[in-house]
């Protein structure tokens, strides 16, 4: 209820100015909408061939200079029928000792390329399948601060981002009830986790770029009472559960020119955990121990843009874990038995740059259980139709 | 020892004179300006390239390190650059100078009452496109000169020296240049973007229509066919268009009239030989002159 309210007074305050015209000193204010219809060709779904017209979601941006050095952001989302407080930050952008840029709030860690970048601005329609086994439905979005720092390299942009996060996004893969916070507090207390990320910006023509970017994150992701002994009447040992990630990710582009490019995008999270399992029968019941699990997912994808309004893409996807698990201690970033494929196909029409953009993709998903579990594919269509209102930004590489 | 080294440096580096000012320019039509006033005392690199459309740059980190160096940039204004704010903060440059080349002009096309998307990509401080005309290259000039000399004083006659030299030979070309130019005086011509208000108030031209529909609105086929009209009743000769937007709609209109295309470069380095700023005009005019 209080972010209802919380969500009336700022749209209050910003169509205020809306209306009265937006002068200098007024903040950006900018709102995208999204309407999906979906249809599903899974064999046993109630739901099989039948449209489902979503809630349309809206986010609501609002950003500007705070005075000459720093800027704060603001991400007001509706989604699902809830709102929610997508992003609110704050930056420090010039005048640090080392030139350093400094980011704290609520916003998209910078883990990967592809998490930091809103999903309405990806080509593709379904977030990539590693994302939600090892972060969640909304990626890496999590409290926390950030140090950024450029390399004092001449022929190449390279930089250093470190952050450290309160871990919620972490947690979301594993807590019983991943919308609450008591949940997630309750698996893994208050362990903030570090991420870092070192990346590399070629021009290697004219036309043409390339990223690379190095990831990791630390931290703690659950706490656990062990039985240890398999013994029901024996006292329980607390285990702290850590997980290390490690990413690669790249991006090449080729854009000859203002009507068409070809982009080549690909990101991998290599994942490495203390996870519970059981050891086999112990005195009375099964015996708990942790062992350490690696597993991975990663996803890439091509774009073609032609014609300036016109785009098309494939993409492959593979994660351990299944999607649509419900979050558990063997299930999503636990899993290291089981994995899911997906193969995507999308096409995007925009009649005048990103005012408005009409977008269809398909995507099918294989399920491969180790034990032997059989299980049909599910197929997923998805129409969608996007609009932004207000000032929008440059693309950004 | 010691002195045969000290020697050879000096010896290396006399007469060696290093750029003492570090210019970014939004443009390559800056670019060649702060060429021609700053000379060899100024180190200056470009962002957008001459073959590119000004109004959409790709934010690239590689811009964003050409910034951090930099102690002055200069841009066009009237809201062309929307993506230089983005740059300039990835640069983390904060002693740099961000000046608007624009504040000198005298700004045409600009919006009475309240704007909104409907009317398309509209400037509201007025139309970005003032390089055109060749008058306010000297404006741009006189700016750049005083911001040069602000930031370097100590190579003030340099600088002002090679200003007045640019804009004596400027002067010259635009005498012949309104020479050219004056058999297309008072005609129509239809144009693809709305970028030509300043060059058709020089040298006196008439804006038949625009290819587009409304300002950075992509062509359309009823729009097309009211520009067939157009030509056909004004008995219009050719098309200018810049050379980075895609020629599809006016080979349709082409093909339905036998108007001509003339596909020119608005900024240096947007077509081979067309080197500095009068390369441009130059090539610009001659196009004009040649087809009516």
């Given amino acids: ?84 407080a997508e992003e609110i930050y704050a930056e420090v952008l010039r005048g640090l000792p080392l030139d350093l840029q400094i980011k704290a709030g609520k916003y998209l860690a910078g883990f990967g390329k592809i998490n930091t970048v809103h999903p309405h601005a990806w080509p593709f329609l379904n977030r990539p399948l590693f994302h939600q ?42 807590a019983p009830d991943p919308e609450s916070e008591e949940s997630i507090q309750e698996l893994r207390g208050i362990n903030p986790v570090t991420v870092g990320r070192f990346s590399m910006f070629y021009d290697l023509s004219d036309y043409s770029n390339l990223e690379i970017g190095l990831s990791g ?35 090449f582009k080729y854009k000859p020119d203002g009507y068409t490019s070809f ?43 032609f014609l300036k309004q016109f785009s098309i893409g494939a993409m492959y996807d593979f994660t351990y874990g299944i999607i649509g698990d419900a979050p558990g201690t063997n299930t999503l970033s636990n899993d290291d038995k089981n994995t899911t494929t997906g193969i995507s196909g999308f096409a995007g029409f925009y009649p005048v740059e990103e005012t408005l953009a009409l977008r269809v993709g398909i995507q099918h998903l294989f399920f491969n259980y180790k034990d032997g579990r059989s299980r049909d594919g599910a197929t997923e269509v998805m129409l969608q139709m996007l609009f932004s209102l207000g000032p929008h930004k440059a693309h950004q590489f | 020892m010691k002195k045969i080294v000290l020697l050879f440096a000096f010896l290396l580096f006399e007469g060696t004179s290093f750029p003492d000012v570090k210019v970014v320019a939004t443009t390559t039509v800056i670019y060649d300006l702060v060429k021609q006033v700053g000379g060899e005392k100024v180190t200056v690199d470009y962002l957008c390239r001459g073959d590119q459309d000004p109004h959409f740059l790709e934010v690239l980190p590689s811009y964003m390190l050409k910034i951090r160096k930099a102690d002055i940039m200069f841009e066009i204004g009237l809201g062309l650059e929307l993506w230089a704010p983005q740059l300039i903060d990835g640069s983390r440059n904060s002693n740099l100078k961000l000046i ?135 008995n219009i000769k050719f098309i200018v268009m810049e050379n980075f937007y895609s020629d599809n709609a006016p080979r349709q209109i082409a093909s339905a009239t036998n108007v001509k295309i003339i596909k020119v470069a608005v900024a240096p380095f947007g077509m081979e030989k067309i080197n500095n700023y009068i390369d441009m005009m130059d090539y610009i005019i001659n196009k004009f002159s040649e087809n009516i």
Avoid at chain 1, 219 to 228: D, I, P, Q, V
Avoid at chain 2, 210 to 221: A, L, R, S, W
């Fill in chain 1, 217 to 251: 994150a630390y931290g703690l992701h659950a706490k656990a009472n062990l039985n240890l002994p398999g013994d029901s009447a024996a006292a329980t040992s607390l285990k702290n559960l850590y997980f290390t990630y490690g990413g690669l990710d790249f991006k």
């Fill in chain 1, 133 to 174: 086994v090892y972060f969640g439905e909304e990626g890496f979005n999590d409290i926390g601060f950030d140090v950024s720092f450029i390399l004092p390299v001449e022929a190449v942009y390279s930089s250093i981002d470190i952050g450290i996060y309160k871990g919620d996004a972490i947690g979301k893969t594993e």
């Fill in chain 1, 1 to 84: 209820m209080n972010s209802i309210r919380v969500f009336i007074i700022i749209s209050l305050i910003t169509f205020s100015q809306l209306i009265n015209g937006q002068s200098n000193v007024n903040p950006n204010i900018s709102a995208i909408g999204t309407f999906n219809i979906n249809t599903n060709f899974t064999k046993g779904s109630d739901q099989f061939g039948k449209l489902n017209f979503e809630t349309p979601d809206l986010e609501l941006f609002v950003d500007g200079y705070l005075n000459p050095y720093s800027r704060a952001a603001m991400n007001i989302a509706f989604e699902e029928g809830k709102f929610n």
């Fill in chain 1, 263 to 305: 982009t080549i995008q690909g990101e991998t999270l290599l994942n490495n955990r203390s996870v519970i399992r059981d050891n086999g029968i112990g005195i009375n019941i099964e015996k708990q121990a942790s062992e350490k699990i690696t597993t991975f997912g990663s996803f890439i994808y091509c774009d073609y843009q």
């Fill in chain 2, 100 to 234: 608007d080349l624009s504040s000198g002009i005298n700004k045409k096309d600009v919006p009475a009452g309240k704007i909104d998307a409907s009317q398309g990509d509209i400037h509201p401080y007025g139309n970005p496109h003032y390089w055109l005309d060749p008058n306010n290259a000297k404006i741009m000039a006189k700016e750049i000169l005083d911001a040069l000399a602000d930031a370097d004083a100590d190579n003030f006659n340099y600088y002002n020296s090679n200003y007045e030299k640019f804009i004596s030979r400027l002067d010259e070309k635009i005498k012949q240049w309104e020479s050219l130019m004056s058999k297309v005086k008072g005609k129509p011509v239809i144009f693809f973007h709305a970028s030509w208000v300043y060059f058709a108030d020089h040298f006196g031209i008439k804006i038949g229509g625009y290819v587009e529909p409304k300002p950075g609105i992509p062509p359309t086929p009823s729009h097309n066919a009211e520009v067939i009209n157009l030509i056909k009743k004004n």
